[in-house]
């Protein structure tokens, strides 16, 4: 057998590491396989690494639980990634929690058109204010991360996923420690940051029975206003493994209340005509800091002149007095893999998702279009203009006095599914067989209340929970059913050579009721939100791969796959047919617009080879080249009038043509021994648009086509360098990230930036003996040089406007861990 024949270390970010290997499994299988020990993040003296696998035949690495530790403890799954190659992920705080202004691309495709699961659950598309998941952050606590798997490009067949153009994110769980432990770590920090975890393994209870109860407490002020962020969380996890299968029950509990950020808007436009020229990046601030809790400042600046000259000034750059997202979230699963021969598991999953959360934003009447929107339910007298002064008196009164309105998206999910897997190794064949449904009920509801004046609010409570809504603008109710099913097989053709070849099949229905209707023209031009129903369906989506292990250290490995995005089905958010602004809209959509596809085809190479260059004693790493050609693009745009009998002038969403990728990832891993380590990822990606689009009654031609994808860049690199020297570990982390577009016709840009992180780490000796196991402390710090930037983009619509958040400041993080 090869090295090949089983998953191999191939990027490794410490030099501590030692090398993971897991079972040798059938590729489609890999990322399913479970086995009762004690895995990288399920032990604490256990190191982790980057690990390439192989016998899969696409682009997939995977970083392991103590690595991601490493980074920041605490940190999202997601925001660990940013260190693989082709990884774009950028947010407004250092652990990557906060998901109103998480920026997520990779190969060119937005966090939307990527695959995300929890130890094999969906955790749907990541879209904020979601509607058929949640995050991982939320799915499982940090520290309890066995591993992440990133698979660029296209991931397994049987993923259970409606969104995975461009690839899949597959966290997954530690299991409970083989023997009994306590595990406790405190974090403190920059800006009163607090992070208290712990965590309770049994060991072997009988029976072969393990089980862990596991909970975290975090806080931490916004570093660029009096925001706080704040949760609880709690896992617990059993495993009873015996001759006949194995058992794995799960269930996670997440309270999360977290500040929003508001972006900075920049506007570029040219002189036209008699109009002069605007631009707004001389003067637009570089953070838009909330008000709160200094209410009374809050009440003057909204009735100042500076107030009203901001308001009136391109890009409107005011400052709301609060907003913030609060998630309460209880997910399970219960799992048995059966063992029914040698040559055949059966693995079958049933999973349940409870989401409560509210989206709250609170800022001045005047603002953005308000007083036309409130005229709508509260009209003044006949003739008099919603701006007048009289008018907008009459509206702070009803508001509660103080000249603010409180906005709220209220939101709700449920969710039950079964997932199931069966798997047979038939002489040199691998089969495997699969299904997944998914029944969603979602709900949305848009709502206005008042702020007191004499009892203002804040921003972590629910309005409904202490006051009765002056304006339910819509409410939205949504089911869902989806189904999934894939086949494939794996030939051994011989031990070198193995090709895979498969297929899978995707329905999605929808259905949309709308108990509360908006009243005509006040929500965003719309008529009213469409009802009935969606149904689209993909029988035949193939996959082809192969793995030749040329020589026993190098292994070549091609991919081809076809994969679907459903459609969105929300009200509230997203590219969405149900957020439509009228029922002929829907029905235009329905017989007229196509789900985005791509296919994608990947090669590359893989290597791991000893050596003895003076110091440098080990060589790994891996190059790729892939190629995806993205067709039915679809973007919200203004209306044209090849649409008829639509009075409100609401967006349309259609097909706007497609997308051609290239790029490249070369990752490369230099050892000197067990005392320091090299790790390097470059990555090029040319995304650009193949054809212009119409917008607008005019039809007015946006020239697209030629243009570069947004909010991608087309270079990043990163490094990782570890220094080991016992019991002292330092780490530099850098990553550039190159020029990106901020418009879809390329017209405005943000330049490269490159910022580092560092941590210094010390594994405190003990004597033999005391009841402490392991104590290591560690100083982490972010954005070492205090780099001011632009961080995630809110791309323009049309030329001459885009969104910036900004990055965030040089924080420090002290942190202590003990186990005993």
Same mark, same amino acid.
């Given at each position: ?162 969104? %995975? ?6 966290t997954f769980s530690s299991d409970p420690a083989a023997d009994f432990g306590i595990r406790a770590a405190t974090t403190i920090g920059s800006h009163d940051a607090f992070r208290a975890f712990g965590r309770i393994d049994s060991g072997d209870i009988g029976g072969n029975t393990r089980l862990y109860v596991s909970g975290v407490r975090q806080y931490a002020k916004a570093w660029d206003f009096n925001g706080k962020q704040k949760g ?47 631009? %707004? ?223 899978k099949g995707t329905i999605q229905d929808a259905r949309q009721a709308v108990p509360v209707q908006p009243i005509p023209g006040s929500f965003t031009g719309s008529r009213e939100l469409p009802v009935g129903r969606l149904k689209t369906e993909r029988w035949f989506l193939p996959q082809v791969g192969g793995i030749w292990d040329v020589t026993a250290s190098e292994q070549l490995f091609f991919n081809v796959q076809k994969n679907i ?89 259609? %097909? ?165």
């Amino acid at each position: 057998m090869s090295n090949f024949q089983r998953p191999f270390l191939a990027l490794m970010l410490a030099s501590s590491s030692t090398t993971a290997y897991a079972a040798d499994v059938p590729a489609a299988a890999d990322t399913a396989a479970q086995t009762l020990t004690a895995d990288a993040a399920g032990d604490p003296e256990s190191d982790g690494a980057i690990v390439v696998t192989g016998r899969v035949t696409r682009s997939v690495a995977t970083l392991e639980g103590p690595e991601i530790q490493k980074v920041l403890p605490g940190i999202s799954p997601l925001k660990a990634i940013q260190t693989l190659p082709g990884v774009t992920f950028l947010t407004a705080d250092p652990w990557g929690n906060n998901e109103q202004n998480i920026s997520l691309f990779i190969h060119g495709f937005n966090q939307q058109q990527l695959g995300y699961t929890l130890d094999g659950v969906p955790l749907g598309d990541q879209q904020y204010g979601n509607y058929n998941g949640l995050s991982p952050q939320r799915a499982v606590i940090s520290e309890n991360v066995g591993r992440v798997t990133l698979a660029t490009g296209a991931g397994d067949l049987g993923t259970p996923s409606t969104s %995975n153009l461009g690839g899949t994110i597959d966290t997954f769980s530690s299991d409970p420690a083989a023997d009994f432990g306590i595990r406790a770590a405190t974090t403190i920090g920059s800006h009163d940051a607090f992070r208290a975890f712990g965590r309770i393994d049994s060991g072997d209870i009988g029976g072969n029975t393990r089980l862990y109860v596991s909970g975290v407490r975090q806080y931490a002020k916004a570093w660029d206003f009096n925001g706080k962020q704040k949760g609880w969380q709690a896992n617990a996890k059993l495993v009873h493994a015996d001759d006949t299968g194995t058992f794995t029950g799960y269930f996670a509990f997440s309270d999360k209340q977290e500040p929003n950020e508001d972006a900075t808007s920049i506007v570029v436009r040219p002189a036209a005509g008699t109009t002069a020229a605007v631009d %707004n990046r001389g003067v637009a601030p570089y953070i838009r800091p909330f008000i709160y809790p200094d209410f009374a400042s809050a009440v003057a600046y909204y009735q100042s002149p500076e107030y009203a000259a901001v308001n009136a000034a391109p890009g409107a750059n005011y400052r709301n007095y609060y907003s913030a997202a609060i998630r309460r979230d209880y997910l399970g699963y219960a799992k048995y893999d059966l063992n029914v021969s040698d040559d055949v598991t059966w693995s079958n999953q049933g999973y349940y998702h409870h989401n409560s959360g509210v989206g709250i934003v609170a800022g001045p009447i005047t603002a953005a279009g308000l007083p036309l929107l409130f005229s709508f339910y509260y009209p003044g007298a006949a003739g008099s203009s919603p701006t007048s002064a009289t008018n907008l008196a009459r509206l702070s009164t009803i508001f509660g006095g103080a000249g603010i309105a409180t906005r709220t998206t209220e939101y709700r999910i449920e969710r039950y599914g079964a997932i199931s897997t069966l798997r047979a190794e038939i002489g040199d064949h691998a089969l495997e067989i699969g299904g997944w449904y998914e029944h969603q009920r979602s709900s949305s509801y848009r709502r206005w209340y008042g702020l007191d004046v004499n009892n203002p609010s804040d921003p972590y409570s629910r309005p409904e929970d202490y006051a009765e809504p002056l304006i339910t603008q819509y409410g939205s109710q949504i089911r869902v059913k989806e189904y999934q099913y894939h086949l494939q097989d794996a030939w051994h053709i011989t031990p070198q050579l193995t090709i895979q070849a498969g297929f899978k099949g995707t329905i999605q229905d929808a259905r949309q009721a709308v108990p509360v209707q908006p009243i005509p023209g006040s929500f965003t031009g719309s008529r009213e939100l469409p009802v009935g129903r969606l149904k689209t369906e993909r029988w035949f989506l193939p996959q082809v791969g192969g793995i030749w292990d040329v020589t026993a250290s190098e292994q070549l490995f091609f991919n081809v796959q076809k994969n679907i995005r459903q459609f969105q089905t929300s009200a509230a958010a997203g590219l969405s047919p149900f957020a439509l602004g009228s029922q002929t809209l829907f029905e235009f959509f329905k017989d007229n617009t196509k789900p985005e596809t791509s296919v994608t085809y990947e090669a590359g190479l893989r290597t791991r080879r000893q050596v003895d260059f003076g110091p440098l004693t080990s060589i790994e790493g891996q190059i790729s080249y892939y190629h995806v050609d993205f067709s039915n693009r679809l973007l919200a745009i203004s209306p044209n009038t090849t649409i008829t009998a639509i009075a409100s002038g609401a967006t349309i969403l259609q %097909n706007v043509g497609s997308v051609k990728t290239d790029g490249i990832d070369a990752a490369a891993t230099l050892r000197f021994g067990s005392t320091f380590s090299l790790y390097n990822a470059l990555s090029y990606n040319r995304s650009v648009y193949q054809d212009d689009y119409v917008t607008g009654t005019a039809l007015t031609v946006v020239p697209t086509s030629g243009k570069k994808v947004p909010g991608s860049p087309e270079w990043l690199n990163k490094t990782v360098a570890t220094l080991n020297i016992a019991p002292v570990e330092i780490q530099l982390i850098g990553d550039y990230l190159g020029k990106r577009y901020a418009t879809f016709t390329n017209d405005l840009s943000v330049g490269g930036y490159y910022t580092m992180s560092g941590r210094i780490a010390a594994d405190i000796p003990l004597r033999d003996g005391m009841f402490v196991r392991k104590l290591n402390v560690a100083l982490n710090v972010t954005n070492l040089t205090n780099k001011r930037a632009e961080s995630t983009l809110s791309i323009g619509a049309a030329s001459g406007t885009y969104n910036f958040f900004p990055l965030a400041d040089r924080q420090v993080f002290g942190t202590v861990s003990v186990a005993f």
